[in-house]
């Protein structure tokens, strides 16, 4: 599609972001030739704009991921700001910190039973090797990090994904469960309903080796519905 081939994918990273690992010039060129609808939205929507952010540890990505599951942004951003003011250190809050910490001192900083739970056990997870450094993690194919790192307390497939995509910048992770990802496929294609997660992974497979980036447009589409909605009627 010409409109989309010509658009110039070099808007500069924001402030603490790191580089993708992939092409996105050669992300968009494959998926505007391999589905015409999202060639479509990709016109519409403009360029792709996500960039990896820059963490840590993956030990830190997790625990913010642990402490603002369930919660309004606000209020998990509250919590984790009293949870690291328990543990100053110049790199972060450190696992070491977490493990010695007391459960009472957790539930204080405003974490439930259940969140203590799932931040000891990263923790622990992450002194024994279980979840890996940035370095190791980097060598480790997708499916490899999900089964590694699912396997702690409280972080499901959704949350690993969501790290692949945001913080590894991995360019082939579909999340089939997300809502977003699945309403922005039923506007873009025009669906009565959600698809469920069979039909998204059949039709992704022509989005292949960048499903990421496909899903990304997803959630485009959801914002340019919502967008539309807000403009009032002249």
């Known amino acids: 599609m010409a409109d989309s081939d010509n658009l110039v994918f070099t808007t500069p990273p924001p402030r603490g972001a790191q580089p993708l690992t992939f092409d996105p010039v050669e992300a968009i060129a494959h998926l505007t030739r391999a589905d015409r609808r999202l060639a ?17 540890s993956p030990f830190q990505a997790l625990l913010r991921a642990i402490i603002y599951q369930q919660l309004s942004g606000k209020a998990a951003a509250t919590i984790f700001g009293r949870v690291a003011a328990q543990f100053p250190h110049r790199r ?20 439930s039973r259940a969140k203590v739970l799932a931040v000891k056990d990263l923790a622990a997870k992450t002194l024994d090797g279980t979840v890996p450094t940035f370095a190791r993690l980097r060598k480790m194919d997708d499916d ?17 994904e ?8 991995r360019p082939d992770v579909l999340p089939v469960a997300d809502l977003g990802v699945r309403r922005g496929f039923m506007l873009t ?19 292949r080796p960048f499903r990421s980036v496909a899903s990304w447009y997803m ?14 009627p002249g």
């Open 40 to 56: 479509r939205l990709i016109a519409r929507a403009g360029p792709f704009t996500l960039r990896p952010e820059k963490i840590q």
């Open 92 to 111: 972060g809050i450190q696992p070491e910190a977490i493990v010695s910490a007391s459960d009472e001192s957790l539930r204080q900083a405003g974490l």
């Open 144 to 160: 490899e990090i999900v089964t590694r790192l699912v396997s702690v307390r409280g972080v499901g497939r959704w949350t690993v």
């Open 162 to 169: 969501m790290l692949l995509m945001f913080r590894l910048g």
């Open 189 to 207: 294609y025009a669906k009565p309903e959600l698809p469920m997660p069979a039909e998204l992974t059949r039709h992704a497979e022509r989005w």
């Open 219 to 232: 959630w485009r589409a959801v914002d340019l519905e919502r967008r539309s909605k807000l403009v009032l």
